[in-house]
């Protein structure tokens, strides 16, 4: 039995046949295959591809961020204005601040974007409210309805439902609005696939009231460098738990198929990124390299989780910005070498089509597209800076590369087919692919959304709630001395007590957010002005790894949070002064040796709001419930001894740290109270 779908326009074409309705996307009165929503998805997505020229198929290909007129990430925002009416370029990358060759088209005027540069693919920054989200998606899809062929938008963002009291660009931008869980660290403490995959299920339907329809994320990167700053995006060092993860949150997010109530998500960083020599970041080029001092690392440790999304159905696969380098011991099966000596092309992943066609399409079976990150053509093109513009999307499309993050301008890309780098019939598989996804999700159907079902359902107390209970079990507790009677708190008995917030960003801001919540959640409390005067203290200490600030050319990634905006010494002061309960929120696996000796209860927070860490101190909701996702290593020198290619939950009992009562920090350690 054919079931009508709902329709959604606002030109008001639609095409009636066999007591059928739909929408008539051309305008032409007839009804095309694309339009015909019986047929397959990738029926329709040849069709219009057919009917595209070379320039909308381009324009397809790049997914830049976008704003509305009013957004303050732009340089001249309009107040009230819903649409941005202005190109904005820039000279340096606004990630890194690299240098451009020549100034980049980083966010296209709408209408041009639409009408001119047949962009279809947007990622959204910026933290709207649920009706204004609603209202500029159905604005930017009105644009496109009344372009020649009617082809919707799309719409991704970076995570949203994760705490982040202090916010970044290009990582977690947007917060406070959706549900908001713990940090992935946190989700991953937790040891609960059945609970990811209720997570993507329950948030998926946050993104799409809004009119998001594609998130960059979840990381599938095993974390087996301590100092990488982006170990807090994943879900630890256990490769077992990581791929469970992952597999749920697909499946949470996208269902058992693509369809209208799903969130296509795009997996990343293949073939893993934590691979970092001494924890830089390919993002800058003293950590472009990807190598392997392990043999078989990549199948044994790195690859699993990538076979787990795709087993899954994940639509779309991000590989890194490094490449891959020849003094690696042996990863590949030989007939993935270059040559009988040489086993990698040191070209970036996004350009080597060794990794995305042979290895992520043919062995491990990708259907979807891929999606490259940030940056590749003009900012992060290690291993192919001598090629042009033009020529690197041509070789980037070549090795199998769908679709170009953060770009709004196709006009090298078009380039490429003018000056016969590629064939105009390159592009049309990826454009296929794309489109693909875009009928699977519905968008040629009904792009539009309610502002008044969006209001209802993003950040909803039903979803709100299982969010701020993750939070509070995700805390993980490592020591609690039973003479000290400092925990579980007790939130209805009075008390003096001293909180510190040290740490290296808006540590005032958050200093007030834990004083508030002292006052909200434990009135009978009492704020002592100095740890003499208190009976107990409690510091939140939040070292931070910043990736665009601390990860420099000839400088050491260090754990050690007095390197990291901790105030070690205060910090010990306090701890001789007056019992101390020490709480480190854990975006990496910090050095635990000076902090740790002299607190009374050690506990470990994964982001969390300082109301619900509170209340899983006192025992709410059964927390802290969490269990290490990584290993606390045991000093520097353990770390810079141990292979960056294989996480510490594998390095054994003499990588970890052993605290003052003899616990062992291993993966997995954690007490209950």
């Not at 993860?245 to 960083?269: C, D, F, P, W």
């Not at 042979?358 to 940030?374: F, I, T, W």
């Not at 499309?397 to 019939?425: C, K, W, Y």
Request: no cysteine; charged share 25%.
């Amino acid at each position: 039995m054919t079931t009508q779908p709902e329709l959604g326009s606002t030109t008001g074409r639609y095409i009636e046949q066999d007591g059928l309705t739909f929408r008539d996307l051309d305008g032409d009165g007839a009804l095309s295959p694309f339009e015909d929503w019986r047929l397959p998805a990738a029926e329709r997505a040849r069709d219009l591809v057919s009917r595209m020229t070379t320039e909308e198929k381009a324009g397809l290909m790049v997914i830049g961020s976008h704003y509305p007129g009013y957004s303050a990430f732009l340089p001249n925002p309009v107040a009230g204005q819903i649409l941005n009416h202005e190109d904005v370029w820039r000279d340096a990358n606004p990630i890194t601040g690299v240098p451009f060759a020549e100034p980049v088209l980083v966010t296209s005027a709408t209408e041009t974007a639409i009408h001119e540069r047949g962009q279809r693919y947007f990622v959204v920054r910026d933290n709207l409210t649920p009706q204004e989200l609603a209202e500029w998606t159905n604005a930017v899809q009105e644009l496109a309805e009344n372009s020649r062929l009617g082809i919707p938008a799309v719409f991704a963002s970076n995570p949203r439902n994760h705490v982040a009291l202090v916010s970044q660009f290009g990582v977690n931008e947007s917060t406070g609005i959706f549900s908001e869980w713990p940090g992935e660290l946190g989700l991953a403490a937790l040891g609960d696939p059945e609970l990811i995959e209720n997570f993507g299920r329950e948030i998926a339907k946050e993104w799409r009231a809004g009119g998001i329809h594609k998130l960059y994320g979840y990381m599938a990167d095993l974390a087996s460098e301590p100092r990488w700053s982006r170990f807090n995006g994943t879900f630890g060092e256990d490769p077992e738990l990581v791929s469970d993860y992952i597999g749920a949150v697909v499946r949470g997010m996208q269902g058992e198929t693509l369809s209208n109530e799903s969130v296509a998500t795009t997996i990343k960083h293949f073939p893993g990124g934590g691979v970092r020599l001494d924890g830089h970041d390919p993002h800058f080029e003293w950590g472009q390299t990807n190598e392997y001092p392990t043999e078989n690392a990549l199948e044994r440790y790195h690859l699993r989780p990538f076979q787990a999304a795709l087993d899954a159905g994940a639509a779309s696969i991000m590989p890194y910005y490094a490449r891959p380098m020849n003094n690696s011991a042996t990863q590949l099966t030989r007939d993935l070498w270059q040559g009988p000596t040489t086993q990698f092309e040191e070209v970036a992943f996004a350009y080597n089509r060794t990794f995305i066609q042979q290895l992520l399409r043919e062995k491990m079976g990708h259907a979807g597209y891929v999606n490259s990150d940030s940056g590749v053509i003009d900012a992060m093109m290690w291993g192919v800076e001598e090629l042009s513009e033009a020529e690197r999307f041509a070789a980037a499309v070549h090795a199998g590369t769908d679709i170009f993050s953060d770009m709004a301008n196709p006009a090298q890309l078009i380039a490429a087919v003018e000056r016969g780098h590629l064939n105009g019939s390159d592009l049309d598989q990826p454009a296929a692919r794309l489109l693909t996804e875009v009928f699977a999700l519905g968008l040629f159907e009904n792009p539009y959304v309610s502002a008044d079902h969006a209001i209802e359902v993003i950040g909803a107390p039903g979803v709100s709630a299982l969010g701020e209970r993750a939070q509070r079990q995700s805390v993980t507790l490592l020591r609690n001395d039973a003479d000290a009677a400092l925990l579980p708190l007790r939130l209805d008995t009075p008390v003096k007590v001293y909180p510190l917030v040290t740490g290296r960003t808006k540590v005032d801001q958050v200093q007030g957010q834990l004083e508030e919540a002292i006052a909200e959640v434990w009135p009978t409390a009492e704020i002592a002005d100095a740890p003499a005067d208190a009976d107990f203290a409690l510091i939140w200490a939040r070292p931070e790894i910043a990736l665009f600030e601390d990860d420099r050319e000839g400088v050491s990634l260090s754990l050690d949070p007095r390197d990291n905006g901790v105030d070690v010494d205060r910090v010990r002061e306090i701890e001789k002064t007056v019992p101390t309960l020490l709480v480190v929120n854990a975006t990496n696996p910090w050095l635990l040796a000076e902090l740790e000796p002299d607190a009374r209860a050690v506990a470990i927070t994964f982001e969390i709001k300082p109301e619900h860490l509170l209340r899983s101190l006192s025992g709410e909701d059964g927390g802290p419930a969490g269990r290490l996702p990584m290993a606390m290593p045991v000093s520097a020198q353990a770390i810079a001894d141990s292979p960056r290619d294989v996480s510490g939950k594998f390095l054994g009992d003499e990588y970890a740290y052993r605290d003052r009562d003899g616990n062992l920090y291993t993966y997995g350690f954690g007490l209950t109270l």
